[in-house]
């Protein structure tokens, strides 16, 4: 027997027509590339988005064509969103800050029919568009008055957008329709695409507003400063429509300086990014003597939040932190660490400790870590092994099934995706990332976890940034290295950073050696990228060796 429901399908559209009727008026607030700020009103990007779904269906782009993007977050880029999956065709948004050849790859395999692009960008493709064959035209994402010369015959946003009525209907299709494109570089090879549907995003969007996840409302005011072509800015662009936030985008200006004057101008509440953003925020507004009016939360992501960040925000900011972790195969939300009750009435030394893991599941994810046979582990905190998840919005295959299936099936005839992360999860459920199976040190047969020795040493008041990688050695296989770049100004010998670990780690952790930097060398989405450290360093000599 089914239930006597109406049946209407989750849509991507239904979001941001909700937030065109009851939170109409609330403003979505840009800085633009072109300069300046950009003000207008939920009911105003609706009629845009069905302004560009008429064009876009002018253009001959049909349900399940790809759309590219390559954009800053934006107004633009949100009506993109929308118009692309509200009219079944698939939003494609394109990392820039990839190696050229990349972007190619991913262009040609995602077999995009128009790209979209912000002025920014414009060399990055007209260098591309040679060896992207399959694209029909590219979008310069401006008006008129801005139009750049330019080697390729572009098509003007504003004049496409201008071009068309807004008298457009959202078509009903099947929930489980395609709806957005992200590509991982997070595996091996080239680039996989992960492929979301309307049903998976809502749902996603959802449980991101949850009171212990996000916990997003209709009085926040959001600014995502993380990129809206990392993961879907971590479902921000949906979920905030949802409740009805006032959205506040950045644009490309994303130092210290313009993060905080958008903050106190707009009156922010809460925002999102990851840690090497927040690291320039903190250290503009220490400079400064500064302090936020009105920001009292952000969630920081896509890389381990480093304790000593936490403390600075909570201490001295009065900034709560969301510690959050997930994937782009996973849409991308996983965990976010909000207390339970028991944990409320901890000393604030436990909580810190608590607040340095990763967090508990949302509602709709499920996980367990695993041993080498894929025994499931027991959750005491203690044991790590790889860290397995399921659910509605975590991915099953990549687009085109590259890479094979990438699931695992247990003896219940369930499904798990393989996150390549080793983990511990504690009674409470918290889950806490050792490190990435591939940078997991292995010392004397037992393992060595880099995320704990690159927290320890961000903890001291002279490093900025650190990175940890294991380094050959002829007796223990491994042995770690720890690699720093020094906050400007400061002095800090090799010997007093070692000393500083003691009695805070094991001390048969301890690295063997420090290597201070000017720099380290990071993903396109942040991260620190240790195939590069690991090839530059591999022949460095330990002392004693």
């Given at each position: 027997?089914?239930g006597l429901m109406m049946s209407m399908p989750l849509q991507i559209s239904s979001l941001l027509r909700h937030?065109?009727?009851?939170?109409?008026?609330?403003?979505?607030?840009?800085?633009?590339?072109?300069?300046?700020?950009?003000?207008?009103?939920?009911?105003?990007?609706?009629?845009?988005?069905?302004?560009?779904?008429?064009?876009?269906?002018?253009?001959?782009?049909?349900?399940?064509?790809?759309?590219?993007?390559?954009?800053?977050?934006?107004?633009?880029?949100?009506?993109?969103?929308?118009?692309?999956?509200?009219?079944?065709?698939?939003?494609?948004?394109?990392?820039?800050?990839?190696?050229?050849?990349?972007?190619?790859?991913?262009?040609?395999?995602?077999?995009?029919?128009?790209?979209?692009?912000?002025?920014?960008?414009?060399?990055?493709?007209?260098?591309?568009?040679?060896?992207?064959?399959?694209?029909?035209?590219?979008?310069?994402?401006?008006?008129?008055?801005?139009?750049?010369?330019?080697?390729?015959?572009?098509?003007?946003?504003?004049?496409?957008?201008?071009?068309?009525?807004?008298?457009?209907?959202?078509?009903?299709?099947?929930?489980?329709?395609?709806?957005?494109?992200?590509?991982?570089?997070?595996?091996?090879?080239?680039?996989?695409?992960?492929?979301?549907?309307?049903?998976?995003?809502?749902?996603?969007?959802?449980?991101?507003?949850?009171?212990?996840?996000?916990?997003?409302?209709?009085?926040?005011?959001?600014?995502?400063?993380?990129?809206?072509?990392?993961?879907?800015?971590?479902?921000?662009?949906?979920?905030?429509?949802?409740?009805?936030?006032?959205m506040v985008f950045p644009g490309a200006a994303l130092d210290g300086a313009s993060v905080y004057e958008l903050?106190?101008?707009?009156?922010?509440?809460?925002?999102?990014?990851?840690?090497?953003?927040?690291?320039?925020?903190?250290?503009?507004?220490?400079?400064?003597?500064?302090?936020?009016?009105?920001?009292?939360?952000?969630?920081?992501?896509?890389?381990?939040?480093?304790?000593?960040?936490?403390?600075?925000?909570?201490?001295s900011y009065d900034v709560q932190v969301l510690h959050a972790w997930g994937m782009t195969e996973m849409s991308?939300?996983?965990?976010?660490?909000?207390?339970?009750?028991?944990?409320?009435?901890?000393?604030?030394?436990?909580?810190?400790?608590?607040?340095?893991?990763?967090?508990?599941?949302?509602?709709?994810?499920?996980?367990?870590?695993?041993?080498?046979?894929?025994?499931?582990?027991?959750?005491?905190?203690?044991?790590?092994?790889?860290?397995?998840?399921?659910?509605?919005?975590?991915?099953?295959?990549?687009?085109?099934?590259?890479?094979?299936?990438?699931?695992?099936?247990?003896?219940?005839?369930?499904?798990?995706?393989?996150?390549?992360?080793?983990?511990?999860?504690?009674?409470?459920?918290?889950?806490?990332?050792?490190?990435?199976?591939?940078?997991?040190?292995?010392?004397?047969?037992?393992?060595?976890?880099?995320?704990?020795?690159?927290?320890?040493?961000?903890?001291?008041?002279?490093?900025?940034?650190?990175?940890?990688?294991?380094?050959?050695?002829?007796?223990?296989?491994?042995?770690?290295?720890?690699?720093?770049?020094?906050?400007?100004?400061?002095?800090?010998?090799?010997?007093?950073?070692?000393?500083?670990?003691?009695?805070?780690?094991?001390?048969?952790?301890?690295?063997?050696?420090?290597?201070?930097?000017?720099?380290?060398?990071?993903?396109?989405?942040?991260?620190?990228?240790?195939?590069?450290?690991?090839?530059?360093?591999?022949?460095?000599?330990?002392?004693?060796?």
């Amino acid at each position: 027997m089914h239930g006597l429901m109406m049946s209407m399908p989750l849509q991507i559209s239904s979001l941001l027509r909700h937030a065109d009727r009851y939170h109409g008026d609330t403003q979505i607030v840009s800085r633009t590339v072109e300069g300046g700020i950009h003000r207008y009103t939920y009911s105003e990007a609706h009629r845009r988005a069905r302004q560009l779904a008429n064009a876009l269906g002018a253009l001959g782009v049909r349900p399940a064509d790809r759309i590219g993007t390559l954009a800053w977050n934006g107004f633009r880029h949100f009506e993109i969103y929308y118009a692309t999956s509200g009219s079944a065709a698939i939003c494609h948004t394109i990392n820039p800050r990839l190696f050229p050849e990349q972007i190619v790859y991913i262009v040609n395999h995602a077999a995009d029919q128009y790209v979209f692009f912000d002025l920014t960008f414009l060399k990055l493709v007209e260098g591309i568009a040679p060896h992207c064959k399959g694209v029909r035209g590219w979008v310069a994402m401006t008006d008129k008055a801005h139009m750049p010369d330019s080697t390729l015959d572009l098509l003007c946003y504003e004049d496409l957008i201008n071009g068309h009525s807004d008298d457009y209907t959202w078509p009903e299709f099947d929930e489980n329709t395609a709806s957005s494109l992200c590509y991982t570089s997070g595996t091996t090879g080239n680039p996989k695409g992960v492929l979301y549907s309307h049903r998976s995003t809502i749902l996603h969007a959802y449980a991101a507003g949850l009171p212990d996840a996000l916990n997003l409302a209709a009085r926040d005011v959001v600014m995502p400063v993380v990129p809206m072509f990392h993961a879907n800015a971590w479902s921000l662009p949906y979920a905030c429509p949802l409740a009805g936030c006032k959205m506040v985008f950045p644009g490309a200006a994303l130092d210290g300086a313009s993060v905080y004057e958008l903050f106190e101008t707009e009156k922010v509440t809460m925002s999102a990014g990851v840690p090497t953003v927040w690291l320039g925020l903190l250290q503009h507004v220490e400079q400064h003597d500064l302090r936020f009016s009105t920001f009292r939360r952000t969630v920081i992501g896509g890389s381990a939040c480093p304790p000593a960040m936490i403390r600075t925000f909570e201490e001295s900011y009065d900034v709560q932190v969301l510690h959050a972790w997930g994937m782009t195969e996973m849409s991308p939300l996983g965990t976010v660490c909000t207390f339970k009750s028991q944990q409320a009435n901890l000393d604030r030394e436990a909580q810190y400790a608590l607040q340095a893991k990763q967090g508990r599941p949302i509602y709709g994810v499920d996980m367990k870590i695993v041993d080498d046979d894929g025994k499931e582990l027991p959750w005491d905190g203690k044991a790590f092994g790889d860290l397995l998840v399921r659910g509605p919005w975590i991915t099953a295959e990549y687009l085109g099934g590259e890479g094979g299936n990438p699931l695992r099936e247990d003896g219940e005839g369930r499904k798990w995706f393989p996150t390549g992360d080793v983990a511990t999860i504690d009674r409470d459920g918290f889950m806490q990332i050792t490190d990435r199976s591939k940078d997991v040190i292995k010392s004397g047969g037992e393992w060595i976890s880099s995320i704990d020795l690159e927290n320890t040493a961000m903890a001291h008041p002279a490093v900025k940034e650190a990175a940890v990688i294991g380094v050959v050695h002829p007796k223990w296989d491994e042995r770690p290295l720890l690699i720093v770049v020094k906050k400007p100004g400061a002095a800090l010998a090799r010997e007093e950073l070692l000393q500083f670990f003691q009695g805070k780690v094991a001390k048969w952790w301890l690295p063997d050696d420090v290597v201070f930097v000017d720099e380290l060398p990071h993903t396109a989405t942040g991260k620190v990228l240790k195939t590069k450290l690991r090839e530059d360093y591999k022949a460095h000599k330990l002392p004693g060796t």
